[in-house]
């Protein structure tokens, strides 16, 4: 059974930091590339950083500078490390696991986090 569990979420002021976790089971960890994604109240969930089964990473221009992505392999576990938080980063954030040679893609639960003073 795979299961993405993420952690990490909870209330922040404006500036603060936070770091997210997301631990994959169930599925071979170094054959997916892992991204997160946030949706925010009446929004689209959208695409916030992603790394790729060898590493690479990208992210949205919206956090670029203020958010890093990286992986564990030995740990089955995604980060996401959040710095210079703002209001507009309050959201549900969804760990995501897609298939990098399989075609297969799954979602875990998501963490809240809501930057506010």
């Known amino acids: 059974q795979v299961q993405l569990v993420e952690s990490g979420g909870g209330l922040v002021q404006p500036g603060g930091s936070l770091r997210l976790s997301c631990v994959a089971s169930g599925i071979i960890f170094g054959i997916y590339h892992l991204g997160w994604y946030r949706q925010a109240p009446g929004k689209q969930r959208e695409l916030v950083a992603r790394?790729?089964?060898?590493?690479?990473?990208s992210y949205a221009d919206s956090v670029k500078g203020r958010f890093s992505i990286s992986r564990d392999y030995g740990r089955n576990t995604v980060y996401l490390e959040m710095s210079s938080l703002k209001p507009e980063d309050t959201a549900v954030y969804y760990c995501?696991?897609?298939?990098?040679?399989?075609?297969?893609?799954?979602w875990g639960q998501g963490t809240q986090v809501t930057v506010s003073s």
């Open positions: 995501n696991a897609d298939g990098a040679f399989v075609r297969s893609n799954y």
């Open positions: 790394i790729s089964s060898g590493g690479s990473t």
